[in-house]
């Protein structure tokens, strides 16, 4: 797939990194490389849409396999695809993977020469689901089935098929398990390239499958009656005594590979055990999901195992995405510094050194911006979240000597900013020659603020002049952003580089309001002022944005907008829940409060498993939302997007430098009365209650800790 970017020579620009075959820790990365967990398979550079600018036309995407009726099992580096037939049958996405290579893509199992009747499927955590199908095995049994077949499927690679009998006599059931494999890559997979399925030879308790790439084998317990290498067969004759049970376990595995030992699953776990307890019964059910999915998607950077680090989602990126990765580890920050620390220090090895314009950048891919705007690049994003990152876990109560050993690259990011923006008021993006897009200001002026604060603090110098810098942003800003109009104006999701303005409205605008954490639980100045951020609370609480399950990247009324774009339409949670913090922090709790109830509603149609975004049609009586086909699930941001929704109940902010925690919940109590316990502030356990009065109470706290006014 070629990379085209806006940049005048057609080349990447700075930052933009071609896509590997496989992500750090080994994981695959994303088979649609260079755009949006979620987008379509585009060159970067294109996307859909009428183009509004003059920026490239149009491509013509290329089908993908669906995603959003699969039930997916991750324990990275292990992950399982299945439908909810429970069959495996080699179709689609279907199987089981390790590191991106499909190491079993058919699982039939037949029971008396018979597929069972598939009557149920569920997740039963994030890596295991649950199948069951029926079937009639007595002749005399009439209509009612007799035999239960039950299967739990695992991502490490272990499947167990247990059959219960009700039938009043003893069965003799001949079991089959059809099985095959292409060895695949999860990218060629996707595009329809994996290729036949090679053939098996016998291999101790099992089947073996070869290839100049790699070997896996399948071993069953107890062993198979008969193996037949010419069919992919394994065989049982059974013996189920009435009201028996009998069980089957099959262990997939890479040669010379014991089991896949997730990252999520032991030591590495970087989460607190935290728990949520409200009047609304969904939100213990979505904090426990949430955690759960983080879990599924920790990585470990292999030359450093002890840094952790979240993968974008699953199935496309099971990779580290560092925008992403950062975005993901600031809003679990209330589960604990651990996966920012180990994010931050996997991505301070990967920033760009030496001379020259790109020295100091985190490389990320080009994102799809829809179709008003050029793609975006990541790498200005992961690069300006930095040291944001690091200033907020600092407050949160990263170890000092963490601080300290991340600083440099805190700064090599900072100096990045300042010498990328030269005498210039904005930051271009992509450089050189990109657009200059709303939010990307709104990341700079972050980064600029809290930088600044970080740099202060440890005596570097640097802090005045991006001070300096900020304060010249706000000013121009309203001038140069805001379009006027008789609705009250809006800001534009851009400026050309000829000084045109992009007037169309979309979630980017939520960033606007996230203005960071500074000293004593204050949040630091945004670049809007109290009038135009009420009006752009007005238009994200209004009908053309909010869609009743959450926050459309594109506003209805936009001719362009597609209630399946992933940015020109489609709701993207982790926005929505940048939207709904930011309002909460600026006073805006029923604009806030009617996002978070739609997302809270989205996530219960979604068994407490948040997709990365999902289809922004209007809410209405007894509907549900609309899955994406092509969303992931689980996604990074929307798992630590669905901690950080029920924590901004409590508005906790903590400042462990100055030894307080100030606390600014909602006073709407929008779920009534919710306890928040097991969180984390500079290590110690930390748990508030909020009342169905909107009061906060601090249960439980760190020694030295003090509430703040």
């Known amino acids: 797939?070629?990379?085209?970017?806006?940049?005048?020579?057609?080349?990447?620009?700075?930052?933009?990194?071609?896509?590997?075959?496989?992500?750090?820790?080994?994981?695959?990365?994303?088979?649609?490389?260079?755009?949006?967990?979620?987008?379509?398979?585009?060159?970067?550079?294109?996307?859909?849409?009428?183009?509004?600018?003059?920026?490239?036309?149009?491509?013509?995407?290329?089908?993908?396999?669906?995603?959003?009726?699969?039930?997916?099992?991750?324990?990275?580096?292990?992950?399982?695809?299945?439908?909810?037939?429970?069959?495996?049958?080699?179709?689609?996405?279907?199987?089981?993977?390790?590191?991106?290579?499909?190491?079993?893509?058919?699982?039939?199992?037949?029971?008396?020469?018979?597929?069972?009747?598939?009557?149920?499927?569920?997740?039963?955590?994030?890596?295991?689901?649950?199948?069951?199908?029926?079937?009639?095995?007595?002749?005399?049994?009439?209509?009612?089935?007799?035999?239960?077949?039950?299967?739990?499927?695992?991502?490490?690679?272990?499947?167990?098929?247990?059959?219960?009998?009700?039938?009043?006599?003893?069965?003799?059931?001949?079991?089959?398990?059809?099985?095959?494999?292409?060895?695949?890559?999860?990218?060629?997979?996707?595009?329809?390239?994996?290729?036949?399925?090679?053939?098996?030879?016998?291999?101790?308790?099992?089947?073996?499958?070869?290839?100049?790439?790699?070997?896996?084998?399948?071993?069953?317990?107890?062993?198979?009656?008969?193996?037949?290498?010419?069919?992919?067969?394994?065989?049982?004759?059974?013996?189920?005594?009435?009201?028996?049970?009998?069980?089957?376990?099959?262990?997939?595995?890479?040669?010379?590979?014991?089991?896949?030992?997730?990252?999520?699953?032991?030591?590495?776990?970087?989460?607190?055990?935290?728990?949520?307890?409200?009047?609304?019964?969904?939100?213990?059910?979505?904090?426990?999901?949430?955690?759960?999915?983080?879990?599924?998607?920790?990585?470990?950077?292999?030359?450093?195992?002890?840094?952790?680090?979240?993968?974008?989602?699953?199935?496309?990126?099971?990779?580290?995405?560092?925008?992403?990765?950062?975005?993901?580890?600031?809003?679990?920050?209330?589960?604990?510094?651990?996966?920012?620390?180990?994010?931050?220090?996997?991505?301070?090895?990967?920033?760009?050194?030496?001379?020259?314009?790109?020295?100091?950048?985190?490389?990320?891919?080009?994102?799809?911006?829809?179709p008003h705007l050029p793609p975006g690049c990541t790498a200005t994003e992961a690069t300006l979240l930095f040291p944001v990152l690091l200033a907020e876990a600092r407050r949160w109560g990263l170890a000092e000597r963490e601080v300290e050993e991340l600083l440099p690259a805190a700064e090599r990011c900072l100096e990045w900013l300042r010498t990328t923006a030269g005498d210039s008021t904005y930051l271009p993006d992509p450089q050189p020659g990109g657009p200059l897009r709303c939010e990307t200001q709104a990341h700079a002026h972050r980064a600029a603020l809290l930088g600044a604060d970080l740099l202060d603090a440890y005596g570097r110098a640097g802090g005045a002049e991006l001070r300096q810098w900020a304060q010249a942003l706000r000013t121009a800003f309203c001038d140069d952003f805001w379009i006027e109009d008789r609705a009250g104006g809006r800001p534009a999701a851009a400026r050309t580089r000829d000084g045109r303005p992009v007037p169309q409205l979309g979630s980017g605008a939520a960033h606007l309001l996230d203005t960071g954490l500074a000293d004593s639980g204050e949040t630091a100045p945004g670049l809007l002022d109290k009038a135009r951020t009420e009006q752009l609370a007005r238009l994200l609480g209004g009908p053309a944005m909010d869609s009743g399950w959450g926050l459309r990247s594109l506003g209805a009324k936009d001719v362009a907008y597609n209630p399946f774009g992933h940015r020109s339409g489609a709701v993207r949670v982790h926005e929505t829940v940048v939207a709904v913090t930011g309002l909460a922090a600026a006073g805006h709790e029923e604009e806030a409060g009617s996002l978070l109830r739609g997302v809270l509603a989205a996530a219960e149609s979604f068994g407490g498993r948040l997709p990365e975004m999902y289809a922004g049609e209007r809410r209405t009586r007894g509907s549900a939302p609309l899955p994406h086909p092509a969303a992931s699930r689980p996604a990074a941001t929307s798992a630590a997007a669905g901690v950080l929704l029920l924590c901004s109940l409590a508005g906790i902010r903590p400042d462990v430098p100055a030894g307080t925690v100030t606390l600014r919940p909602f006073r709407s109590a929008p779920l009534g009365e919710i306890a928040l316990t097991g969180l984390r502030i500079s290590g110690a356990p930390f748990s508030v209650r909020v009342s169905r009065l909107g009061t906060a109470t601090v249960e439980e706290a760190g020694d030295g800790l003090r509430l703040g006014v």
Do not use: K, N
């Not at 167990?160 to 095959?180: F, K, N, Q, Y």
């Open 1 to 370: 797939m070629p990379h085209l970017s806006s940049a005048p020579d057609g080349g990447r620009p700075p930052g933009h990194e071609p896509a590997r075959s496989a992500g750090r820790g080994g994981a695959p990365a994303d088979p649609r490389a260079g755009r949006d967990a979620g987008a379509p398979f585009l060159p970067a550079g294109r996307g859909p849409g009428v183009p509004r600018v003059p920026f490239p036309v149009p491509g013509r995407p290329a089908d993908l396999p669906p995603a959003h009726t699969t039930l997916i099992c991750a324990a990275l580096p292990g992950l399982v695809i299945s439908t909810e037939e429970g069959q495996l049958t080699g179709h689609g996405l279907e199987g089981f993977y390790t590191a991106g290579r499909r190491i079993l893509s058919r699982c039939r199992v037949r029971v008396a020469g018979r597929e069972p009747l598939a009557v149920q499927a569920r997740m039963l955590a994030a890596d295991r689901a649950r199948f069951v199908g029926t079937l009639r095995a007595s002749p005399d049994a009439g209509p009612d089935p007799d035999v239960v077949v039950e299967r739990t499927r695992h991502a490490d690679g272990v499947e167990r098929i247990t059959l219960h009998s009700s039938a009043l006599r003893a069965l003799r059931l001949p079991v089959e398990v059809a099985l095959g494999t292409d060895l695949a890559e999860l990218g060629d997979v996707a595009s329809g390239r994996a290729g036949p399925e090679l053939p098996a030879s016998v291999h101790a308790a099992g089947l073996r499958w070869s290839c100049p790439t790699g070997h896996v084998t399948v071993t069953a317990d107890p062993p198979p009656t008969d193996a037949l290498a010419s069919a992919g067969l394994l065989r049982w004759e059974l013996e189920l005594p009435p009201g028996g049970t009998l069980t089957v376990e099959l262990r997939v595995r890479p040669d010379g590979q014991g089991p896949v030992r997730a990252v999520g699953r032991g030591a590495g776990d970087p989460f607190a055990r935290a728990r949520a307890v409200s009047d609304e019964p969904g939100a213990e059910a979505l904090l426990r999901v949430c955690v759960d999915d983080l879990r599924a998607l920790l990585l470990r950077d292999p030359r450093h195992p002890a840094d952790t680090h979240l993968a974008a989602g699953a199935p496309w990126r099971c990779g580290l995405a560092p925008a992403e990765a950062l975005t993901a580890a600031r809003m679990t920050l209330p589960l604990g510094t651990r996966l920012a620390a180990g994010t931050l220090r996997t991505l301070a090895r990967a920033q760009l050194a030496g001379p020259g314009p790109r020295s100091g950048l985190i490389p990320g891919p080009l994102r799809d911006s829809g």
